[in-house]
């Protein structure tokens, strides 16, 4: 009996970690992602990190941009000191298609969970230091409104995901965002 319940134990404890491991898409055509894109979705596991507009990483991107080497240069804008200033960070690539590491931001990894290459990206930054703890995922759109169906990809994406705050930017609507 003390064998099963440790085994249980143990099965649980692993699936609880498997769930926070983010599963990449397996081809990203960094030329086809190129380009503008708007923020119209967030989450995070840590309400901190996104809950006012100066979170440390409510961050809204802007436009990807590939370079010669096969890295992705992020530009994005952030609330800072009551005003939106303008950053890039450069995103290095793996060994993997879809992810990327970026050493600025505390040794984070960026995955790309999905994408049509067309009209929207979803992607997750987490903290290798602290994997599942400081967790962020975004739903990027090409137009200024994701329709239903990507939201609901993002949603799906989130399920086994442990985040606990998703906000939604109609932007269309004048939703507040940072823009530089």
Request: negative net charge; charged residues 25%; glycine residues 4%.
């Amino acid at each position: 009996m003390q064998r099963l319940l440790l085994a249980l134990g143990l099965a649980l404890v692993c699936g609880v970690q498997a769930a926070t491991v983010l599963q990449p898409v397996e081809e990203l055509n960094l030329q086809k992602v190129a380009g503008t894109w708007h923020s119209v979705a967030m989450a995070a596991r840590d309400i901190s990190l996104l809950d006012s507009e100066t979170g440390p990483l409510r961050v809204y991107v802007q436009e990807l941009s590939p370079t010669p080497e096969g890295n992705l240069e992020v530009i994005l804008s952030k609330r800072e000191d009551g005003r939106c200033v303008q950053k890039k960070v450069m995103a290095e690539k793996t060994e993997l298609p879809a992810e990327f590491k970026i050493n600025n931001l505390d040794e984070t990894q960026l995955s790309v969970l999905d994408t049509d290459h067309e009209n929207y990206l979803i992607f997750c930054m987490e903290n290798t230091d602290a994997p599942g703890e400081r967790l962020v995922c975004q739903c990027l759109t090409r137009t200024l409104k994701a329709d239903k169906k990507v939201l609901e990809k993002f949603n799906r994406a989130l399920q086994t995901l442990p985040v606990h705050i998703w906000l939604v930017f109609d932007l269309t609507q004048g939703a507040e965002q940072c823009r530089v």
